[in-house]
């Protein structure tokens, strides 16, 4: 999406007599342009955050089942919208940050419960909160970046 673009996109959330579903394709640089349907959808489904804490001996355990991890991800990509690694000053993963966009908070752990990660016991700790964003956004669709 061109600048221009994005500038139209937030002209149009915030005029009361436009929607993105008025851009046509054309409009968006080619892309896929939003509906006014998507936005509503996303503002009224609740976001909810997991953060896991890595047991210490966590690193060298992770490498067995990392393939099984990852095709997980890319197998159940709904309802996830963000995930992250935290990384320690030796840039060894410590801990796992995960957003979910979901109904209820069970949603989220059946979904937790079947990573191979959780499953494997590689966090210390696990929780899940409630998420309500303040400061910028999570861009409107499904989670598109492939697990590296």
Not at 73 to 88: D, E, K, S, V, Y
Not at 92 to 112: C, N, P, R, S, Y
Request: hydrophobic content about 40%.
């Amino acid at each position: 999406m061109f600048l221009g673009d994005v500038y139209k996109w937030v002209w149009a959330l915030s005029s009361p007599t436009k929607t993105v579903a008025g851009f046509s394709h054309l409009e968006t640089g080619g892309h896929r342009s939003l509906t006014a349907s998507t936005v509503e959808r996303k503002v009224n489904v609740p976001l909810y955050a997991m953060v896991g804490y890595d047991h210490p001996n966590a690193v060298a355990n992770r490498e067995p089942i990392r393939a099984e991890h990852r095709a997980y991800f890319r197998a159940n990509l709904h309802p996830l919208r963000l995930a992250g690694a935290f990384n320690n000053d030796r840039g060894e993963q410590i801990g796992t940050m995960l957003v979910f966009e979901a109904d209820d908070e069970k949603t989220v752990w059946d979904w937790i419960k079947a990573e191979p990660f959780y499953r494997g016991g590689i966090y210390q700790q696990c929780e899940v909160r409630l998420w309500n964003p303040v400061i910028g956004e999570i861009a409107p669709g499904p989670a598109l970046a492939p697990v590296s």
